[in-house]
C-alpha cells in the first residue's frame, strides 16, 4: 500500500468514526451492573437509565451479570465494543478493590475502561437483622461476643468494600466474625431479614427501606457525619468506633476506545441528570449524596482509590476467600 492509500484509508477511518459518534445513538443502549437486582448499584443504574433513555431519545436496557466479585459484568463490558451501546455501572468496591484482591483478573481499570460520570457517593449503614437482640454498636459487639461462631456478616462477594468493612469492623472491635459472600446485595439483603446472618455493612440505597419497617436495625452511619434521611443513625465515632470510615461511589464507564464525542455527550447528559432536583432528592431519600464528576476528574479520581484501597487491603491482610 502506497502512502497516499494509507493516508486515505485513514482519513476514510476518521470520517467513519466522526460520523458514528455523530449519529449516536441509533439503537438501544445496554446498561451492565456486575450486581444481582435489588442492590445499590442496579438502584442507581434504573435513576440513571430512566432519565438518561427519554434525553438520547433510545431505550436503555439494564442488565445484570452478577458473580465471581464483579468480575463477570465488569469483564463483559471491557471486552465489548467500544461503540457507545454498552456501558459500565460500576461499583467502586470491584473497581478500585478487585485489582489488588484478584491479580488475576482479565480486565484493568485504567486501561480497559474510558470514565464517563461518578454518580453517587454514600457512606456505608451497619445494618443487623431485625431478630438481633442488638440496639447499639456497644451491645452488638456484646452480643457477638457470646454467640458461638461470633457474628455472620455478609457481603456482595468475597473482597467487595462490604467485606472489607467487615474485616476492618473485626479488628477495630477484637470482634469474631465470620464472612458470608454473596452474589450481589438482593441474597444478602434477604438472608439478613430472614435472620440467617446478623450484619450486612452496604450503602444505605439498598436497606433503607427495610430499616424504615423494621426489619432491620440501623446501628451506625460510616460517614464523618449523620445523614438527613437518618438523623437519629450515630456516626460511626459517635457509635464508639472512631476513624471508622467506609465510603462507597458509583459511577460509569465505557470500553477503552469508544469514541471521545460519545463519552463528552453522555457525560454532560449525565450531570444534567445528577445536578437536577429530583435525582438529588431521590439519592437524599436513599442515604447517599448525589455527586457528578466529569470524566477527567473520575478517571483522577480513580488512580487515587487505587492507590488508597491497595494499601487498605494490604494493611489489613484482606484476602478474597
Known amino acids: 500500500m502506497t502512502t497516499i492509500h494509507r493516508l486515505l484509508a485513514t482519513a476514510l477511518a476518521l470520517v467513519a468514526t466522526a460520523a458514528g459518534a455523530d449519529t449516536w445513538p441509533s439503537r438501544p443502549i445496554t446498561f451492565i451492573v456486575p450486581t444481582a437486582p435489588a442492590g445499590s448499584t442496579d438502584i442507581m443504574a434504573r435513576m440513571v437509565a430512566d432519565p438518561l433513555q427519554r434525553a438520547l431519545g433510545q431505550p436503555i436496557v439494564v442488565d445484570n451479570r452478577p458473580g465471581a466479585s464483579g468480575n463477570i459484568g465488569t469483564e463483559a463490558v471491557a471486552r465489548a465494543a467500544p461503540d457507545g451501546y454498552t456501558l459500565l455501572m460500576q461499583y467502586s468496591g470491584y473497581h478500585v478493590g478487585n485489582p489488588a484482591l484478584f491479580p488475576q483478573i482479565k480486565w484493568s481499570p485504567t486501561k480497559d475502561f474510558l470514565p464517563v460520570a461518578m454518580v453517587m457517593r454514600a457512606p456505608h449503614v451497619v445494618a443487623v437483622s431485625g431478630k438481633v437482640p442488638a440496639g447499639s454498636m456497644k451491645e452488638l459487639i456484646a452480643y457477638g461476643r457470646k454467640k458461638e461462631g461470633g457474628l455472620f456478616y455478609a457481603s456482595a462477594g468475597n473482597g467487595s468494600i462490604q467485606h472489607i468493612a467487615g474485616e476492618l469492623l473485626a479488628r477495630q472491635s477484637k470482634q469474631p466474625m465470620t464472612h458470608v459472600p454473596y452474589k450481589g446485595s438482593g441474597p444478602a439483603i434477604n438472608d439478613l431479614i430472614a435472620g440467617n446472618v446478623d450484619m450486612f455493612i452496604t450503602t444505605p440505597p439498598s436497606v433503607i427501606g427495610h430499616i424504615a419497617s423494621g426489619r432491620m436495625k440501623a446501628l451506625a452511619y460510616t460517614g464523618s457525619k449523620r445523614h438527613p434521611s437518618m438523623p437519629d443513625v450515630p456516626t460511626s465515632a459517635e457509635a464508639g468506633l472512631p476513624g471508622y470510615e467506609v465510603e462507597s461511589w458509583f459511577a460509569v464507564f465505557a470500553p477503552a476506545k469508544t469514541p471521545p464525542e460519545v463519552v463528552a455527550k453522555l457525560s454532560a447528559e449525565i450531570r444534567k441528570i445528577v445536578e437536577s432536583e429530583s435525582f438529588r432528592r431521590k439519592v437524599d431519600e436513599q442515604g447517599a449524596f448525589a455527586t457528578y464528576m466529569d470524566s477527567a476528574a473520575l478517571?483522577?479520581?480513580?488512580?487515587?482509590?487505587?492507590?488508597?484501597?491497595?494499601?487498605?487491603?494490604?494493611?489489613?491482610?484482606?484476602?478474597?476467600?
Open 299 to 321: 478517571g483522577r479520581f480513580v488512580e487515587q482509590e487505587l492507590a488508597s484501597w491497595s494499601k487498605v487491603i494490604r494493611a489489613a491482610d484482606i484476602k478474597p476467600a
